[in-house]
């Protein structure tokens, strides 16, 4: 059995199973194109992320993920189900309970909290490309195009049911984490993709200098999109590095 897709509460959730497993796993959390369905999903149908789930695969990665109630924007139902879903692998697979995080976009709010809350006792290690770190200064950057900030703005307040008129005032006020107190080794990726992405890496800058002065073992990567390829063998050998203390 190469795969299988089950249910927790009302979410579809797959996990793949590696030919020759290595005994370790991987939790992704997807961003805002994310999705899982009865059948399939957006990292099996996506060329590059299907690549990238191949490479894991290879490696010898049991690899697992959920659909999360769709655009979550790091709601605590969907915090709730990432920790529900790991704690159902963890009970029903042969995997080390300590496992990997591979989070992208809107998926690092998810991460950052499960980091803080799980701790480096059920985590590993974690791995964030071009992540949201902050779900307020996303927004801000957002208010420059307004098609897709109308749009934020109900995809949020769908999220955590919110009016509408009262979403953008419940998110300054949300006290945001970014920086996990937990010694867990974290792998920024930056994909350096389009002129949102680079004020994104303005953000991991000013972050970079708090992690530094935490002592926090972090690491930024910056990659051209006609690199992005490569992408796998330097997060296989990031997974690796750290899996030497079992």
């Not at 080390?96 to 991460?111: D, F, P, Q, R």
Request: proline share 3%; charged share 25%; net charge neutral.
């Amino acid at each position: 059995m190469e795969s299988r897709n089950f249910q927790l509460d009302t979410e579809w959730n797959m996990i793949h199973y590696p030919e020759k497993p290595s005994g370790f796993g991987i939790l992704i959390i997807g961003d805002e194109r994310n999705f899982v369905t009865d059948q399939t999903s957006f990292w099996t149908q996506n060329e590059g992320k299907s690549a990238l789930l191949n490479k894991f695969k290879e490696e010898g990665y049991t690899v697992f993920y959920s659909n999360l109630y769709g655009k979550n924007w790091g709601n605590d139902k969907a915090v709730d189900l990432a920790r529900r879903l790991y704690e159902h692998i963890i009970r029903t697979e042969i995997i080390n309970g300590k496992i990997h995080l591979v989070a992208e976009g809107m998926g690092a709010l998810i991460a950052l909290r499960l980091m803080n809350e799980m701790g480096s006792s059920q985590i590993r290690t974690c791995i964030l490309i071009n992540p949201i770190l902050s779900l307020h200064h996303h927004l801000e950057l957002e208010k420059e195009h307004k098609f897709f900030y109308k749009k934020l703005l109900k995809e949020l307040s769908q999220s955590f049911d919110e009016e509408l008129k009262q979403v953008e005032t419940k998110i300054k006020t949300v006290n945001e984490n970014v920086i996990t107190e937990e010694p867990i080794p974290i792998k920024i990726i930056q994909i350096l993709s389009d002129r949102r992405a680079y004020k994104q890496a303005n953000l991991l800058k000013s972050l970079t200098i708090n992690w530094s002065e935490g002592e926090r073992p972090f690491s930024i990567c910056y990659i051209l999109p006609e690199k992005r390829l490569g992408m796998g063998g330097q997060m296989v050998e990031f997974l690796r590095r750290n899996e030497r203390i079992l």
